[in-house]
């Protein structure tokens, strides 16, 4: 992200008007298209959804079905180091251990 535009709101139909948003603004009307992991679920959606402007579709390392979620313990690991106290990565490793 950093400075490229983007919404409170987060889903695939929100990626999928981004993605047209930005094929629009490019001049861009039927495109070679390829997504990975969660970037293929959205270039599968814009298929569904604009059929019209996909000339060829590559999907990588992600199928059309629901994923459960599996990065929650990483990310509630990764949210409790103290990060005002740790002057190390190896400091990180010992909290994250834990």
């Known amino acids: 992200h950093g400075d490229s535009p983007h919404s409170e709101e987060w889903n695939y139909a929100v990626m999928v008007e981004d993605l047209k948003e930005l094929l629009d603004d490019e001049g861009l009307e039927k495109i070679y298209l390829m997504g990975h992991s969660m970037g293929g679920k959205t270039v599968m959606k814009f298929a569904v959804t ?3 402007r996909v000339e060829k579709l590559i999907v990588a390392d992600i ?22 106290q740790i002057k190390s990565r190896k400091e990180a490793d010992n909290q994250l251990a834990q």
């Open 50 to 52: 604009y059929p019209e």
């Open 63 to 84: 199928a059309p079905r629901f994923y459960p979620i599996h990065h929650q313990t990483i990310l509630e690991g990764l949210n409790s180091l103290n990060l005002n």
